[in-house]
């Protein structure tokens, strides 16, 4: 009977025993998942203010772009305090972007690629141009940190060297076109000379126009 009676303590014993370790199993191991999904959204945390930070510089840059307004190729001195201005916010928003750890390397990798295409300006190409191409970078940019601070996904993938020479190309013909028609009214309204007749010509077979000018300019070169 004492026999019997050991065996059973002994295998309540030995089930009671492992429930405990089953118990504090689960226990430990549901402390090592609360901490580490603590330690994940930490990260996260910090991976999003160091994405804010590079934002805020590219901002900062992006509103000291818009508000240049160079003349030709500028002057050695203008050239300088704008080159200055971008290199230390590029350095500024690159530096915190790098900071992103592996699990974000996409958006790292995407950022830093961008910032690495804005160069400095020594007057050529020229300004229009080169504020273009720059905005346009700095846009590409913006967007994908501005998407990756707020959580949603990231923007899909676009060819960038694409998309700035159709950008170039759409404002040079705007450019052309409000030049054109202010030559056109200033004709109508005062004529013009055959220097500004020939530069209509120009302009129009640019944008693949034809138009009166040839014949006008002939007419200002005929007696009266």
């Known amino acids: 009977m004492n026999e019997f009676l050991d065996k059973l303590w002994s295998m309540e014993f030995g089930i009671a025993l492992l429930g ?6 689960f226990t430990i191991l549901g402390s090592w998942l609360q901490t580490r999904s603590s330690n994940r959204a930490a990260e996260l945390v910090q991976a999003k203010a160091n994405a804010q930070r590079g934002f805020d510089a590219l901002t900062q840059l992006k509103v000291h772009l818009e508000i240049q307004t160079f003349q030709g190729m500028g002057t050695k001195e203008t050239r ?3 080159n200055r201005e971008r290199e230390m916010l590029v350095t500024t928003a690159n530096s915190a972007v790098m900071l992103l750890p592996d699990e974000h390397k996409d958006t790292r990798f995407r950022v830093t690629w961008l910032l690495s295409q804005i160069k400095p300006w020594y007057g050529l190409p020229p300004w229009p141009e080169y504020k273009l191409e720059t905005s346009l970078l700095l846009s590409e940019a913006l967007k994908i940190l501005g998407l990756f601070v707020r959580g949603s996904d990231a923007p899909e ?6 998309v700035i020479e159709r950008e170039i190309e759409r404002d040079k013909c705007e450019r052309a076109r409000r030049e054109l028609d202010s030559l056109l009214a200033e004709d109508e309204a005062h004529g013009l000379d ?3 007749y020939e530069r209509i010509n120009e302009l ?3 944008l693949g126009q034809s138009g009166p000018s040839e014949a006008a300019a002939e007419e200002t070169e005929s007696p009266s």
């Open 20 to 25: 405990a370790l089953v118990g504090g199993g």
């Open 80 to 82: 300088a305090a704008w």
């Open 194 to 196: 055959q220097e500004d």
């Open 157 to 162: 993938r676009r060819n960038m060297a694409e």
């Open 204 to 206: 129009q077979m640019f």
